[in-house]
Structure formats: structure tokens, C-alpha cells
């Protein structure tokens, strides 16, 4: 049982190149999220999916597109890279009907240079 | 916006004392509020939560008070250990979906 799994762990881009992270989880969960982790502030929402063949913006969209293939799998794209993309990436996964537990992969440490 | 922040980034605690994380929220829509802790290079993970309806719940070693009447919420985090040193978020939840964070506290504990 592995979770959530994030793909790639570690990612340089130069500006202007296009990338898709992806994220695949194995609990069935129906809800599924990614955000993005900058110092000072926080866990901030780009994207989620309460179901398969939904999506929904987030607090911080902009520059970012996500695709929910399947019920396991929501992939994050970047068209073109910035500078101002340079952070952590979580992909998560919540089962729903009351549950609150997310649970999160690994994390994708992407930098634009 | 942000609808869920925290009041102090950072918190330095003595091994063995109480601590107390507080968090602040704006959306009285919110269906909970949950906390998660970080450790360092790791994914948040979930600690417990509390039903917008509640005031009180408590789980192994930690307390969640909920003020609704000014729209705060804490962690109690009782003798604290050096594995508690971590970042903790508080969360919360609108119509089952949307999953929502804070900025963070960082939490040291002093040996």
C-alpha cells in the first residue's frame, strides 16, 4: 500500500519549458489536491478534484493546469515555467463523505531558473 | 484569499511543558477544522480535527478548542517531546472538498 506517489521527487527547469507532475494514489479516495509550499506561506491550493472528471481552482491557479485522468491519477501541468514557480509541490488525496484526513505524497521540489 | 492563518510563525517550547498553537479563521462556512503536522522533508500528516459544531476534542496527548464566537482555534499539545519539533497547520473544510491551510508555526522543543 503506498499511498500517494509523486513524480519526480527533484525537477529543474529553465524558463519557459513545460513539465506535468504526476500523482497517483491507491486509496480509492475520491478527492484529490495540489498545492504548493513557499516559505512563510503555507500550504497554498492550486488545484482539486472532488471526484473523477472534476476540477477546480484553487487559491493560486494561474500558470498551472491539471487533468484528472482516472479515479488514481491528477496530473499538475506547467505550459511555461517561471522563476515564480520555483517551490514545493504536494499532491493529496481525501476520501469524502465526512472523512477530513488527507493524505499527502512526498513532495516534487521543482526549480525554475 | 487565505481563510485560515496562524498567529506566531514560531513557537519554542521546554521538553516536558504544554504547548499551544493558535489559529485565527475567517469562513464560518467551514464544515472542520483540522490540524496536520510537518516534519521536516515529509508530507503533512493529519493529527485530528474538530466539527465546526464543537468546542472540544482531545486525542492522544492533544487537545483542539474551538471559539466561534471569535473564530479561533488551538492545539494543546500536552508534555511535549523533542518528536513534536515540527511545522503545524491548521485546515479546514468546506462542503467536503476544498481542503484549505494556514501559513504554519514552526515548533522547537528545547531539550
Known amino acids: 500500500n503506498a499511498g500517494v506517489t509523486q513524480t519526480p521527487k527533484f525537477q529543474v527547469l529553465k524558463t519557459g519549458q513545460s513539465m506535468t507532475l504526476q500523482c497517483a494514489q491507491d486509496m480509492n479516495h475520491n478527492s484529490m489536491y495540489w498545492y504548493r509550499q513557499d516559505p512563510g506561506m503555507g500550504l497554498r491550493l492550486i488545484y482539486y478534484?472532488?471526484?473523477?472528471?472534476?476540477?477546480d481552482k484553487g487559491e493560486v491557479p494561474n500558470g498551472y493546469n491539471v487533468s484528472r485522468l482516472n479515479k488514481r491519477e491528477f496530473s499538475l501541468r506547467l505550459e511555461s515555467a517561471a522563476p515564480s514557480q520555483t517551490s514545493v509541490y504536494f499532491c493529496a488525496s481525501k476520501s469524502t463523505g465526512g472523512g477530513t484526513e488527507a493524505f499527502f505524497g512526498q513532495g516534487t521540489r521543482l526549480t525554475v531558473v | 484569499g487565505e481563510s485560515v492563518g496562524l498567529h506566531l510563525p514560531t513557537l519554542s517550547v521546554q521538553e516536558g511543558d504544554n504547548s499551544i498553537i493558535n489559529c485565527a479563521y475567517s469562513n464560518s462556512a467551514s464544515d472542520y477544522f483540522i490540524w496536520y503536522k510537518q516534519e521536516s522533508g515529509k508530507g503533512p500528516q493529519f493529527i485530528i480535527d474538530?466539527?465546526?459544531?464543537?468546542d472540544k476534542r482531545q486525542g492522544q496527548r492533544v487537545t483542539v478548542l474551538l471559539n466561534k464566537t471569535v473564530k479561533h482555534l488551538s492545539l494543546q499539545i500536552a508534555a511535549t517531546q523533542p518528536g513534536d519539533s515540527a511545522v503545524y497547520f491548521c485546515?479546514?473544510?468546506?462542503?467536503?472538498?476544498?481542503?484549505?491551510f494556514g501559513a504554519g508555526t514552526t515548533v522547537t522543543v528545547r531539550a
Open positions: 485546515a479546514e473544510t468546506r462542503n467536503d472538498y476544498k481542503l484549505s
Open positions: 478534484s472532488a471526484s473523477e472528471g472534476t476540477t
Open positions: 474538530i466539527r465546526s459544531n464543537m
